[in-house]
């Protein structure tokens, strides 16, 4: 069974940095373009960052550029997001999520992973 | 960027009803569209892709349409387990927005 799971998620303080990790198992990991989406507490979603299948390329929404790394390690199935500078408008529950590639649909989501920006 | 506005934002509906969301793009996305359905404290389930594609495993009451610039999803003979947030999102090109969501209570 296709399954993400993703880790890292916490506290932490504005200005500060956290790495969130997803594990991906029962699928070629590396057959597939992968995403972060994340949703801040009561609201709507929001795409954040998409890595191509081999990782030689990678995007971002606005809002994140400059701060947010999307990365992904084929040989550990594993994909990441290192977040920097840290923003109270950070805050919320992040997913990591499977496509097919570009102008594709997301057919895969992990359970979330909730992070918290607070002084 | 593509801007995706959805409408109704919030519906109620009885088990049985066909219900209809619509989504319209700001420029035109061709049949870049899918749908999904989201319940409180849960993942997002992918619907429809590419507009009108039925998802594996997704109940066929679940339809969609459109073209361009304007979408729906329909849902027909509503059951209980729909209630819950359904989402728009176009995947022409990035950023991926996604709708702001249609909150459907089952009466």
């Known amino acids: 069974q296709d399954q993400l799971l993703e880790s890292g998620g916490g506290v932490v303080q504005p200005g500060r940095s956290l790495r969130l990790s997803c594990g991906a198992s029962g699928f070629t990991f590396s057959s597939y373009g992968m995403n972060w989406v994340r949703q801040a507490p009561g609201k709507g979603l929001e795409w954040v960052a998409m890595?191509?299948?081999?990782?030689?390329?990678?995007g971002y929404v606005d809002s994140v550029k400059d701060r947010f790394t999307i990365s992904r390690d084929n040989s550990k199935n594993t994909l990441f997001l290192q977040m920097n500078s840290l923003r109270v408008e950070d805050t919320a529950v992040y997913y990591c999520v499977r496509d097919l590639g570009l102008g594709t649909h997301f057919d895969l989501w992990g359970q979330g992973t909730l992070v918290t920006v607070s002084a | 960027d593509i801007q995706m506005i959805q409408s109704p934002s919030s519906l109620s509906a009885s088990v049985g009803d066909r219900v209809t969301i619509t989504c319209r793009a700001s420029?035109?996305?061709?049949?870049?569209v899918n749908w999904y359905h989201q319940k409180s404290g849960k993942a997002p389930k992918l619907l429809i892709y590419?507009?009108?594609s039925l998802q594996s495993g997704v109940p066929s009451r679940f339809s969609g349409s459109g073209f361009g610039t304007d979408f729906t999803l329909t849902i027909s003979n509503l059951q209980p387990e729909d209630f819950g947030t359904f989402f728009c999102?176009?995947?022409?090109?990035?950023?991926?927005?996604f709708g702001q969501g249609t909150m459907l209570e089952i009466k």
């Open positions: 999102q176009q995947s022409h090109s990035a950023p991926f927005t």
């Open positions: 590419a507009a009108l």
């Open positions: 420029q035109t996305i061709t049949t870049y």
């Open positions: 890595i191509w299948y081999d990782g030689t390329n990678e």
